[in-house]
């Protein structure tokens, strides 16, 4: 981006309206991007904690054992 002075000095001004410029338009990519990242992270974290209760699940099926109590 080229910026024109015409000859004249650039001021402090001038600078933090070109920094202001250029982060606003980070901000807005992050603000854009935010929502789907949110549930994409949302969506990994249930899966995570489903697999850990079926791994759970599964794990605890097998090393429990069965009592049958029969009455005589």
Do not use: C, W
């Amino acid at each position: 981006m080229s910026v024109q002075t015409n000859g004249r000095r650039i001021t402090r001004a001038d600078l933090e309206a070109a920094f202001q410029h250029v982060v606003g338009e980070g901000e807005k990519t992050v603000q854009r991007s935010a929502p789907p990242a949110a549930v994409m992270a949302g969506a990994a974290v249930l899966v995570v904690i489903t697999l850990a209760f079926l791994a759970g699940k599964r794990r605890g099926r097998k090393r429990s054992s069965v009592v049958e109590i029969r009455r005589l």
